[in-house]
């Protein structure tokens, strides 16, 4: 990577950085009225030719604040080759990454049920804002995992004791009790719950449980939360199911990995990034909504996962193919500065990145993530299972 390389990464990364906030809503910038209630809230979605945008829900909460929490870190490290790149623009951004990312939780965090009087909803994150009666436990599950990177970073027991409590609901309720699988979507009303065919995208959840026992060394989360999730990937998905977005199942069958040293995860571990890398265009692009994007991320957890382990694995190919990545994200970004909705943006919400009809915050904190990490900093905590 030579420095105007780095250079264009991290301007790639601050560009989104200075999109999350110019649309999160504040007190300074309100979205409607000064004592609304999504202080904190996260843009889900804007389309320039409409001007129609609506607020984030709680996975895009966490997701936010991992991705903002990942280039503070950056901001505030010195380079790969030790060289201190903290400039004062640099200082003022990863203050206001951190601060946002708090602001991200504190909004998050309102949506949390701490009514303990009914056991199946204590714990539980209302979806989208506080009047939801309903939440993907999916979604749910990414909430967690920010609240588990917020933590890390603040040493604040709120964060763990939140994630707790969500993980202990989702064990408690959010499985299907005749298939022992999650439910789509969890009704506060019982008797709206459907069933829905298994998909592997459901068991990126594990990683939440992963972080859970990193950070508590409680078995249940192990035992009750992550272990389940593995059985299913055993049992009903073969590795090439779902090139592309797997929603970082792929991720969370790593931290399995390295949980329980079961073979059989390794080997399905092995297929899945090999077929993320056949299902690749040659332009970088990838399957699925946002799926460079989460590709990348899984692959580059899967190299360190080899070297870490001495796998005799050729990385030549998965190198390839996040590098590939790392020169197509930036063609999805929006430039022009006259949109502030849209400055720094990502387009998403399309299969190999085909369209520009919606920036997208699951782009654009995917981006982030990815873009932190391959430009050399190993040990950002969210979609990581390393350095935990």
């Known amino acids: 990577m030579t420095p105007k390389q780095r250079e264009q990464r991290m301007e790639f990364c601050r560009l989104i950085a200075t999109w999350y906030m110019n649309n999160q809503c504040t007190e300074a910038r309100p979205w409607a009225t000064s004592n609304g209630a999504d202080l904190g809230r996260f843009m889900y979605e804007y389309c320039p030719s409409t001007g129609q945008w609506h607020g984030n829900a709680v996975w895009g909460q966490g997701a936010g604040a991992m991705a903002l929490l990942a280039l503070h870190d950056r901001l505030i490290s010195s380079g790969p080759s030790g060289e201190l790149l903290q400039s004062a623009m640099d200082a003022y951004l990863a203050k206001a990454c951190y601060d946002a990312a708090i602001a ?44 588990c990177v917020l933590y890390r970073h603040t040493k604040n027991e709120e964060y763990l004791y939140r994630a707790r409590i969500f993980g202990d609901w989702y064990i408690r309720n959010a499985f299907e009790k005749k298939h022992r699988w999650p439910y789509y979507t969890y009704y506060f009303d019982p008797s709206r719950h459907i069933w829905n065919e298994p998909g592997l995208w459901q068991v990126g959840a594990g990683l939440a449980f992963y972080y859970l026992y990193r950070l508590t060394g ?48 390794l080997d399905w571990t092995v297929a899945h990034a090999a077929a993320q890398v056949a299902a690749q265009d040659e332009d970088g692009s990838c399957p699925l909504l946002e799926g460079a994007q989460v590709t990348g991320i899984n692959l580059l957890n899967f190299c360190q996962l080899a070297q870490e382990k001495k796998r005799d694995i050729d990385l030549a190919p998965y190198r390839a193919a996040t590098a590939k990545i790392a020169r197509f994200l930036p063609t999805l970004q929006e430039r022009d ?33 990815f873009m932190i990490r391959e430009e050399g900093l190993t040990d950002v905590a969210g979609y990581n299972v390393f350095g935990w």
């Open 104 to 147: 991200a939780g504190g909004y998050m965090m309102s949506l949390q049920v701490l009514d303990q009087r009914n056991p199946a909803l204590f714990g539980i994150f209302r979806q989208s804002h506080p009047q939801s009666d309903l939440m993907n436990p999916r979604d749910g599950a990414t909430g967690c995992m920010g609240l």
């Open 218 to 265: 409680e078995r249940r989360y192990l035992d009750e939360g992550l272990q389940p999730l593995m059985d299913g990937v055993r049992n009903r998905f073969p590795p090439e199911s779902r090139p592309g977005n797997d929603d970082f199942a792929g991720v969370a069958v790593m931290g399995a990995y390295l949980l329980t040293g079961d073979a059989r995860l």
């Open 337 to 369: 500065p006259r949109d502030l909705r849209a400055y720094g943006g990502i387009y998403g919400q399309t299969s190999f990145g085909v369209s520009r009809h919606l920036i997208h915050h699951r782009a654009a904190c995917y981006s982030l993530i």
